[in-house]
T-cell receptor, first 110, second 112 residues
């Protein structure tokens, strides 16, 4: 089993739609969680950290469910510019090493 | 400009040749990571440095791979006797708790 697993998608949604991605992780001791965005042939860029209490940044909401060992990303009112691959990142074991999921591809259509 | 520079951006090499990549991290970031990414996959951890000390290496880093960070500033990743399976994007990142990873634009390696 992979340390971090994501649905690869693609998720094809119309503009204005709400879409949610989940990411499951295997190590219950994990403490740090992030969502990164990666555009085609570009480097990953930090979208948001995921806090235990959940956090929101504009149209984006991230949540952590420790009991079920998953994090989620909700995007409201999708824009064409949201089209990208979304990577979840989790630290495994110690605080110095992080694992990336394979990413979930989102296509927002006009 | 992400603040992390990688050179070269692209490298095409023949199988069996040696290649070396360079990464210049954000100057105040002590921690530097190397990741490898293939098409359709997320970045895979290779190794990381705390200042000049290489603290951990992945099993993915075979004997043909070596990384250095002399003086705790820039880092190099060398691959000896390249194989076609080494073709990938090699990403360097510096890291601080407040900002997470800041990645460079990567070096895309193609082994022919």
């Amino acid at each position: 089993r992979k340390e971090v697993e994501q649905d690869p998608g693609p998720f094809n949604v119309p503009e204005g739609a709400t879409v949610a991605f989940n990411c499951t992780y295997s190590n219950s001791a994990s403490q740090s969680f992030f969502w990164y965005r990666q555009d085609c042939r570009k480097e990953p860029k930090l979208l948001m950290s995921v806090y235990s209490s959940g956090n929101e940044d504009g149209r984006f909401t991230a949540q952590l469910n420790r009991a079920s060992q998953y994090i989620s990303l909700l995007i409201r009112d999708s824009k064409l510019s949201d089209s990208a691959t979304y990577l979840c990142v989790v630290n495994i074991g110690n605080f110095n090493k992080f694992y990336f999921g394979s990413g979930t591809k989102l296509n927002v259509k006009p | 400009d992400t603040g992390v520079s990688q050179d070269p951006r692209h490298k095409i090499t023949k199988r069996g040749q040696n290649v070396t990549f360079r990464c210049d991290p954000i100057s105040e970031h002590n921690r530097l990571y190397w990741y490898r990414q293939t098409l359709g996959q997320g970045p895979e951890f290779l190794t990381y440095f705390q200042n000049e000390a290489q603290l951990e290496k992945s099993r993915l880093l075979s004997d043909r791979f070596s990384a250095e960070r002399p003086k705790g500033s820039f880092s190099t990743l060398e691959i000896q006797r390249t194989e076609q399976g080494d073709s990938a994007m090699y990403l360097c990142a510096s890291w601080i708790p407040e900002a997470g990873y800041t990645f460079g634009s990567g070096t895309r390696l193609t082994v022919v």
